[in-house]
């Protein structure tokens, strides 16, 4: 998990080195581009079949949802300083936490209400309001959290038929030709020293990506979940070391509130599945 934090920063700082030579539209395109290069080999070696899908419709709603994220994420990276886009992004979780009490009809804990409510006030320690705080930047990343929020609550869906190979290639594929309409208006051939720059972007991304999945399948949520704190502290080294930004104490300790209200709703859903473990059952059989 350390090691995957590490990584979304690194991608981060590539996305915000590169953003003044590539429109963020076309840093997209390249970032799902070079993505799927990265399952080509998955699919020579599994065949056609992992595409098999009753829930393309799904599939296709979640593309969408994340090339607009992606979309939002990259052009805030050019406005923002990286410690408080990583920040901002401990949000996901909370917008995950009210969509499914809302779509999915899970149940409302009065504990759960009171960690959603701390971390919202998080976001406005940082965001700032009442002082002008609110940048543009700042609510692209917002907007793209809420954004990559509802991808994964429809994620969830999908996962109860198909499997983490179908849905991850499904959302690659459907990405492609958003982030490409978006980025046509704004293209421009990228040198080769840029294409190496927008290679890296991809293979940080899918390490990033390969070792959460790997992290969440060595140890409980609860436990990997901390580490992802550390995101702040590795955008605010990058973002000092390489474009000269230093993070306010608002940043600091808005990003703390936030991180902690989601790491608690975390912990607490651990909790109540462990202790309803014939519940849990009970629901698979259903959604077989």
């Known amino acids: ?79 923002t300083p990286l410690a408080k886009v990583a920040a901002l992004q401990f949000t996901i979780p909370l917008f995950s936490t009210v969509l499914a009490l809302i779509l999915l009809r899970e149940t409302f804990r009065v504990r759960r209400v009171t960690a959603l409510g701390v971390g919202i006030l998080g976001t406005l320690i940082i965001l700032r309001p009442d002082v002008g705080g609110l940048d543009l930047g700042s609510g692209l990343v917002v907007s793209a959290s809420a954004s990559w929020a509802m991808a994964a609550i429809v994620i969830k869906v999908l996962s109860r038929t198909d499997s983490s190979i179908t849905i991850t290639i499904y959302g690659t594929l459907f990405m492609l030709p958003f982030t490409l309409l978006a980025a046509l208006p704004y293209w421009q051939a990228p040198t080769m020293e840029q294409l190496a720059w927008l290679a890296a972007v991809g293979a940080l991304a899918s390490t990033h990506n390969l070792f959460v999945a790997q992290a969440l399948r060595d140890a409980d949520v609860s436990v990997v979940m901390p580490l992802d704190f550390t995101k702040l502290i590795w955008s605010a080294i990058i973002g000092y070391l390489f474009f000269a930004e230093v993070p306010t104490v608002w940043t600091w300790v808005g990003g703390f509130t936030i991180f902690a209200s989601t790491t608690y709703i975390t912990y607490r859903e651990s909790r109540v599945k462990m202790q309803r473990p014939d519940r849990g059952v009970a629901s698979n059989r259903r959604e077989g």
């Open 1 to 79: 998990m350390l090691l995957a934090v590490l990584a979304a920063a690194a991608m981060n700082g590539c996305v915000r080195h590169i953003a003044g030579d590539l429109h963020p539209f076309e840093i997209s395109f390249f970032r799902v581009f070079f993505g799927l290069l990265v399952f080509a080999p998955v699919i020579l070696r599994h065949g056609l079949g992992k595409l098999r899908t009753q829930r393309l419709r799904l599939h296709f709603l979640r593309g969408g949802l994340q090339a607009g994220a992606m979309l939002q994420f990259f052009t805030a990276l050019g406005l």
